[in-house]
């Protein structure tokens, strides 16, 4: 399975934006990047998915390098909702999609 | 939100009592997980299953076991209920094989307290 880095914490002020790092030097060709992020008291939710290109959608954006070891994700604008931990993940399916979370980083947004 | 209920939502249990914590999905999808959530450890898989059947351990899967005898439900069961097993117990699903686009969607989680 490919390990990953992500900072313990990381700090950001309202509507501005942030770029939560996630190194996963470690990852095979075929494993897919997700970022997941877990509001207080509640479960965990699906932020973004990618494989080689960015992407985008609704809540976020995700760069992944060229060498795919390391990836980005964008909260544009960050909200005092945005207060989460958020875990990246890459995902093999060639060990049955077993999926096992790091500790993830935790963001606080200050208003 | 995807079709996925955990069940009881809350449960206080004694130590040494049999548990079973099921998790409910109308998604028809292949993958399902049992996490707990400890302060300080974050999520922790306990077992997945990947098809009716089929099952497979995870980091942390001693004193507990699964089943999964139909595609929709998946038991988690602690045999004999220790104080160390008080924790916050997430399901999850995906339909990965399915679909690689296909993101992991989780439950609202059962917390389990043993005394």
């Known amino acids: 399975d490919a390990k990953t880095t992500q900072p313990n914490s990381m700090e950001s002020n309202e509507e501005e934006p942030v770029h939560l790092p996630c190194n996963h030097s470690?990852?095979?060709?075929?494993?897919?990047i997700h970022w997941y992020r877990q509001l207080p008291s509640q479960g965990p939710e699906y932020v973004i998915h990618?494989?080689?290109s960015n992407v985008n959608n609704r809540m976020a954006s995700l760069a992944i390098a060229e060498d795919r070891k390391s990836s980005t994700l964008i909260l544009h604008r960050a909200t005092l909702r945005d207060a989460a931990v958020y875990y990246c993940?890459?995902?093999?399916?060639?060990?049955?999609?077993?999926?096992?979370f790091g500790k993830g980083t935790l963001l606080t947004v200050n208003p | 939100d995807a079709g996925i209920t955990q069940s009881p939502r809350h449960k206080v249990t004694e130590t040494g009592t049999p548990v079973t914590l099921r998790c409910h999905q109308t998604?028809?999808?292949?993958?399902m997980y049992w996490y707990r959530q400890d302060p300080g450890h974050g999520l922790r898989l306990i077992h997945y299953?990947?098809?009716?059947?089929?099952?497979d351990k995870g980091e942390v899967s001693d004193g507990y076991s699964v089943s999964r005898s139909k595609t929709e439900d998946f038991l988690l069961t602690l045999e004999s209920a220790t104080s160390s097993q008080t924790s916050v117990y997430f399901c999850?699903?995906?339909?990965?094989?399915?679909?690689?686009?296909?993101?992991?969607?989780f439950g609202n989680g059962t917390r389990l307290t043993v005394t």
């Open positions: 993940i890459p995902l093999s399916g060639g060990s049955n999609y077993k999926l096992t």
């Open positions: 299953s990947y098809g009716v059947k089929d099952t």
């Open positions: 470690t990852i095979s060709g075929t494993d897919y």
């Open positions: 990618g494989l080689t």
């Open positions: 998604e028809n999808h292949r993958y």
């Open positions: 999850a699903i995906s339909g990965y094989r399915e679909s690689y686009n296909s993101p992991l969607h």
